[in-house]
């Protein structure tokens, strides 16, 4: 199991999240945040802190946004599981569903 980023991030990445985040899996694509599912831990810190309302857990990620949970497990089928966004930095790409949105406000 693990925590999820939906729409509200998109185009906006607060990364309030990112400094919460004691495992440092909350990595950042061009136009959004992902939490790696292998490395996150659930401990739940990053979700209070969101100013957006953008994380929550896979299983109650509302409806409309459920196509997250894959952007979010998918854009690391490339990336692989580096063992920290911190070294890593900005990864210029983004998952197809977060590509296909006009740009958020």
């Known amino acids: 199991m ?3 980023i939906a729409l509200p991030c998109v185009d906006l990445k607060d ?3 990112i400094d919460e985040c004691p495992v440092d899996c909350i ?3 061009e ?3 992902y939490i790696h599912p292998d490395e996150c831990v659930d401990c739940g810190a ?3 802190v969101c100013p957006v309302e953008a994380i929550y857990y896979e299983d109650d990620v509302p409806e409309q946004w459920s196509e997250y949970y894959r952007a979010n497990v998918e854009f690391f089928d490339e990336v692989g599981s580096p063992g ?3 070294k890593v930095g900005l ?3 983004d998952h197809e569903v977060i590509q296909g949105l006009p740009p958020q406000r």
């Open 27 to 29: 990595y950042e694509g």
């Open 2 to 4: 693990t925590y999820i």
């Open 15 to 17: 990364k309030a999240c």
């Open 46 to 48: 990053c979700e209070p």
């Open 84 to 86: 920290g966004a911190a």
């Open 31 to 33: 136009r959004s945040l």
């Open 91 to 93: 990864i210029e790409k």
